[in-house]
């Protein structure tokens, strides 16, 4: 099946005419129009582009319908005129979205320094609980009860960050334990628990990694391919867990249970005890389909839609169609970092999740001429001649954003536990 990319072919501009869908691949900030792939509507447009001595042009003749020779002179009274209030216009638009794309930046940018924070002070979090602190506990059940309200309000997008540094175990201990409660948050909103249920579910997702600081390295950050998993030390980190849990003190049975049991499977082929069936607290079972997820994200260039993927393929049968349906559901059709081929042939990445509608997402459209940041950012709830049609083939996707991908994480935009003031009670 033909791809978009494979239908655009060169053309110069004395070429152009009106009804031919063209595409501009210069800098957005090199030409007036707001978009770089639209059909040409009037012979005023194709002036633009004449003028603007652009060289770069392509035309998609499948999705072309140009005027006969005959139907468009040359040089029609008045066009200087018109040509001048025309760009007049679409640089009044391009200024007015330039002030949206800036906007987004802003958010973008606040949601990556409250999730580094929040990130930062989860580890310290865990290292607290490590330490057997018990002040440590009165501060998670702050942050957790914090999420929970967030959650429950429905102000809580997934969003796009760049981290700054390299992730290492300890780092990535925290970014799962981070990612985890929110999701956990998003899962227990859509299959209805019950605020405490919430509460115990979230705490568990916090703190279900905490164990993990007591393995070796190369056993604490679990890959997809399971080697990890084969090791019987790395089967004891939920025991390790629950371990640190009773040493600080403060929390639930319930919240202790569901982190002993969230690596068992229902078929009895998890860990550490093998247990099966009804024997299995099933908020335990929530929170193993999410850290499953998380696992088959954890490599660099993995897509999290194929995560997904594999998720509805081999766990599927295994959690239930509940559980699983669920969890697709409230990741999103199109997660945080997934690239897409948008209706018109553009190429985007997925930043930011509405939870108004998660098949229109915010948008930053890929500068395929080389570069790391987008040029242009969509809220596709705004922009409603667009969508997205596909997954964008990888072959399609510049080097330097795939590069940049290794970079990234995505997570939701969560208060940092120590600047909470919330009337929660430690668990």
Request: include cysteine.
């Amino acid at each position: 099946m033909a791809t978009f990319d494979d239908n655009w072919v060169p053309i110069r501009a004395d070429q152009l005419r009106v009804g031919h869908y063209v595409k501009i691949n210069h800098s957005w900030f090199d030409h007036p129009f707001v978009r770089r792939i639209f059909p040409i509507t009037s012979e005023e447009e194709v002036a633009i582009i004449r003028n603007g001595r652009l060289t770069k042009l392509y035309v998609d003749h499948g999705r072309s319908t140009p005027a006969s020779p005959s139907d468009s002179p040359q040089r029609p009274p008045g066009e200087e005129q018109r040509v001048a209030e025309l760009v007049a216009e679409l640089k009044a638009e391009k200024n007015a979205q330039l002030d949206r794309i800036q906007e987004h930046r802003a958010a973008l940018e606040a949601t990556r320094e409250i999730y580094s924070e929040t990130v930062n002070n989860t580890a310290e979090l865990l290292g607290m609980l490590e330490a057997g602190d018990s002040g440590s506990v009165k501060q998670l059940g702050l942050w957790v009860g914090q999420v929970v309200e967030t959650v429950i309000n429905g102000q809580s997008p997934l969003a796009l960050v760049a981290l700054d540094t390299p992730v290492d175990g300890q780092q990535r201990i925290a970014l799962l334990a981070t990612d985890a409660v929110g999701i956990c948050g998003v899962l227990g909103r859509r299959m209805g628990l019950d605020p405490q249920e919430m509460m115990a579910l979230t705490t568990a997702a916090a703190v279900h990694g905490c164990g993990l600081q007591r393995l070796p390295a190369l056993l604490m950050d679990e890959s997809p391919e399971g080697m990890q998993r084969a090791s019987s030390v790395f089967q004891l980190y939920p025991t390790r867990s629950v371990e640190i849990l009773k040493a600080c003190g403060g929390f639930t049975q319930t919240v202790q249970r569901i982190v002993q049991e969230h690596r068992e499977r229902p078929d009895g082929s998890g860990f550490p005890h093998g247990l099966a069936g009804d024997a299995i607290h099933p908020l335990a079972l929530l929170l193993g389909a999410v850290r499953e997820f998380q696992v088959q994200c954890r490599a660099p260039d993995a897509e999290p839609t194929a995560a997904l993927a594999w998720l509805y393929r081999e766990l599927r049968p295994v959690y239930g169609a509940q559980i699983i349906d669920q969890l697709v559901s409230s990741t999103t059709v199109y997660p945080p970092g997934t690239f897409v081929e948008l209706s018109d042939g553009s190429m985007a990445r997925v930043l930011r999740v509405n939870e108004a509608d998660r098949m229109r997402p915010v948008v930053g459209i890929l500068d395929e001429e080389g570069g790391e940041r987008e040029m242009q950012i969509l809220d596709l709830l705004q922009e409603p001649q667009l969508a997205i049609r596909s997954l964008a083939q990888r072959p399609r996707v510049p080097p330097a954003w795939l590069d940049a991908r290794k970079r990234s994480w995505y997570g939701m935009g969560l208060a940092p536990p120590q600047s909470i003031r919330v009337g929660a009670q430690a668990m």
